[in-house]
């Protein structure tokens, strides 16, 4: 069983940028289906971002396309989402999931994922 535990969460202004990070432990890195999700109070956890299990591609939910971006260092067992143009929407826990398994229609299906980190906590002010 893999552990997650990502990092890199904060507040910041709208227009600003963070970088997430997640770091596994545990388990063969390369061999995982990866990706990120994020839960805002009160909302369902919906998907962010992902590669495939083989890495070769990546997807984004249309609302953080040509802002985020989804990568990773198979040396540091570390996958990473680069967050820019943030705005107050963006404001949630953001959660990285990995799975083993996990076919391209499923892949932004939080089920689909049974691995997953603490959370970290993104704010957005306006």
């Known amino acids: 069983q893999v552990q997650l535990v990502e990092s890199g969460g904060g507040l910041v202004q709208a227009g600003g940028s963070l970088r997430l990070s997640c770091v596994a432990s545990g388990g063969t890195f390369s061999r995982y289906a990866m990706a990120w999700f994020r839960q805002a109070a009160g909302k369902e956890r919906e998907f962010v971002a992902a590669?495939?299990?083989?890495?070769?591609?990546?997807y984004y939910a249309d609302s953080v396309k040509g802002r985020f971006t989804i990568s990773r260092d198979n040396v540091k067992s570390t996958m990473y989402l680069q967050m820019n143009s943030l705005n107050p929407e963006d404001t949630a826990v953001y959660y990285c999931a990995f799975g083993m398994g996990v076919i391209t229609s499923s892949t932004r299906n939080k089920d689909a994922y049974n691995n997953w980190g603490q959370g970290t906590q993104v704010t957005v002010s306006s």
């Open positions: 590669f495939s299990r083989t890495g070769g591609y990546t």
